[in-house]
């Protein structure tokens, strides 16, 4: 089993709706993060918690929420979607403890209509 | 905010031949580290380097952070057709603080 699941994998949905992408860890890590992906642009940090009780803006955090229910479970919420949060979503880990590199999951492709 | 700049964007090679690709900034960053993003995944981290002038190799793979900490490059010898994906720069000032990540160099190796 992966250590960082995202779901879904893939997602097309409509202008306005909202949406919801899920991430679970079984690293144990206390942080977790939320990239975009769009083509050429590398990856950009949208929100990202170093444990349950703390949230924090990225580079690009507008139209863009998140909730850390628990230290395994991070979601990314669009609350009303736009054609141009059409990206690839990356959802990451990293121990704080031992300041080791991030690790991702594999991604959820989004297309917004 | 701080960037890195990524060069080049994308290479096109043989099978076989050596490959460099490397990251600049304007800021001092105390960790450069390197991913490879194979088509349909995560990236993955393949080098991690921590101090100033430091070469790290893995297997074919080689990376040094510079010793004005702006920069940083990784080689890869002998390519081979796997080697195909994105790879990506990425730096940090401290563990409390977040990734900056290059824009990424495309690689493409022809048999």
């Known amino acids: 089993d992966a250590d960082v699941t995202q779901t879904p994998r893939n997602r097309i949905t409509k202008t306005g709706k909202r949406i919801m992408l899920e991430c679970s860890q079984t690293k144990g890590h206390d942080r977790m993060y939320w990239y975009r992906q769009d083509p050429g642009l590398g990856l950009r940090l949208i929100y990202y918690s170093f444990d349950v009780k703390d949230i924090n803006k990225g580079e690009i955090s507008d139209g863009y929420s998140v909730s850390r229910q628990a230290q395994a479970k991070f979601s990314l919420s669009l609350e009303s979607a736009i054609p141009n949060q059409t990206a690839l979503y990356f959802c990451a880990t990293s121990d704080g403890y031992s300041n080791q590199p991030q690790h991702f999951g594999d991604g959820t492709r989004l297309s917004i209509l | 905010g701080q960037q890195l700049n990524q060069s080049p964007q994308s290479m096109f090679i043989q099978e076989g031949e050596d490959v460099s690709m490397n990251c600049t900034s304007s800021s001092i960053f105390n960790t450069w580290l390197w991913y490879k993003q194979d088509p349909g995944e995560g990236p993955v981290l393949l080098i991690a380097?921590?101090?100033?002038?430091e070469l790290t190799s893995n297997g074919r793979l080689t990376a040094q952070f510079g010793i004005t900490r702006k920069d940083s490059f990784l080689n890869i010898s002998a390519s081979i057709p796997s080697d195909v994906g994105i790879y990506f720069c990425?730096?940090?000032?401290?563990?409390?603080?977040?990734?900056?990540f290059g824009k990424g160099t495309m690689l493409l190796v022809s048999p």
């Open positions: 380097l921590y101090k100033a002038g």
């Open positions: 990425a730096a940090r000032n401290s563990g409390y603080s977040t990734l900056t």
